[in-house]
């Protein structure tokens, strides 16, 4: 069995390429009483670069390869919301995709497709429709992407992350939650690369707390600055972690030069669960992941939602999980460095009060969703 795997959810997409390749290693009973093994074998098609006009490669393009999984890069446009620089090349792609598309669907032969929304996903799955491949689509947030709409035309089956109302065919909805990679709920902090040991020993010993800043594999050029900016008074109260992200902006390569034993500064985080479980406080973008990763954990988060996305996703990601007790909002439009550093404050005078709530936050997560997924894929394959 082949399933080709596409889409802009990375995250969601490596829990699910997790239980799909367990779900291969594990014997099954035949007619007869034979046991045998489905061999399973997973492609991703996705995006080479992080996004449009960066030429950082994506954490796709990297981190797939060394899962063992082949990885097919696309040259896919989109419809943009407002014109840009970037527009009319975006648009010019649109055709080199669907090609791109039939290409690849000809050349790899896939039993299932599974899209992970966004733009990427549109042509492969259309294509897919075109030669009846069976199409599963996954809807992460609790407002649907243009693209997961176009996308859930031709699905057989759209699985859901939240018990709520959707704009898909309910035909065709069926509720999985969100896949949550496994290393997120790895939390052997023996685990731990040593400059982590090293940093998390020194904030235990001083008794103070410990906060994560993120913005994603991309990260969030914004936040980045921001914190720069309040660094000193920052470290004078706490340890930070600082997931700086790849782009074009070269954070990293500055925020680096000032690292210091309170400031750890990384452009990725291979060891994200032990990571998250043992912080304090997390700073980062209303993305889905980050809120049901974070949520999972029962970490308070101070979220920055990014403004000016479809249907305003990341601020309704937000409200919902305020509702819950999980986050505090802080909106870009507001962002400063007297403002950021005033929530900080106010979050880590009130941490044990933010932490209880959001440990009660957890109940609305669905903890095996990756294995969920991973059996609708084979369902759809044997139906």
């Known amino acids: ?111 299932v497709v599974v899209s992970f929304g ?94 994560l800043v993120t913005g994603g594999n991309q990260g969030s050029h914004i936040i980045n600055k921001t914190i720069e900016k309040i660094l000193p008074q920052i470290t004078k109260r706490a340890y930070l972690i600082h997931q700086t992200g790849d782009s074009k902006f070269q954070d990293f390569e500055q925020l680096v030069t000032l690292q210091s034993s309170r400031y750890l500064v990384k452009k990725f985080i291979n060891q994200m669960g032990v990571v998250l479980s043992t912080v304090d406080l997390v700073i980062a973008r209303a993305g889905i992941n980050t809120l049901t990763e974070a949520c999972v954990l029962g970490k308070p988060v101070l979220t920055i939602p990014i403004p000016f996305l479809y249907q305003d996703e990341q601020n309704k990601n937000a409200r919902f999980f305020n509702e819950l007790g999980l986050v505090q909002i802080l909106s870009q439009s507001k962002l400063n460095g007297e403002s950021l550093l005033k929530k900080i404050q106010e979050m880590i005078k009130n941490l044990e009060k933010f932490k209880s709530k959001a440990k009660l936050s957890k109940k609305i997560i669905i903890q095996d969703a990756a294995k969920r997924l991973a059996l609708e894929v084979l369902l759809l394959h044997t139906r």
């Open 118 to 211: 966004g733009y990427v996903g549109v042509p492969v799955v259309f294509v897919s429709w075109l030669w009846s491949i069976p199409i599963l689509i996954h809807e992460q947030t609790l407002v649907s992407g243009l693209a997961n709409k176009i996308s859930g035309l031709f699905a057989d089956k759209v699985a859901v992350s939240f018990n709520m109302e959707h704009s898909f065919n309910k035909e065709k909805v069926i509720l999985t939650g969100n896949p949550i990679r496994k290393e997120i709920l790895r939390h052997d902090k023996n685990d731990l690369d040593e400059d982590f040991k090293i940093f998390f020993h020194a904030a235990k010993k001083e008794r103070l707390p410990v906060i």
């Open 1 to 111: 069995m082949k399933v080709l795997i596409t889409g802009a959810h990375f995250t969601t997409a490596v829990a699910v390429i997790e239980e799909l390749k367990n779900l291969s290693a594990l014997p099954y009973r035949q007619a007869g009483g034979r046991q045998d093994k489905e061999n399973i074998e997973i492609v991703y098609v996705g995006r080479k670069t992080t996004m449009e006009g960066d030429s950082s490669p994506s954490a796709e393009s990297q981190i797939l390869p060394k899962m063992g999984v082949k990885f097919i890069p696309i040259v896919a446009g989109r419809l943009q919301r407002s014109f840009t620089l970037y527009t009319v090349p975006a648009l010019l792609k649109i055709p080199v995709g669907f090609l791109q598309s039939i290409y690849i669907i000809l050349r790899e032969k896939p039993d």
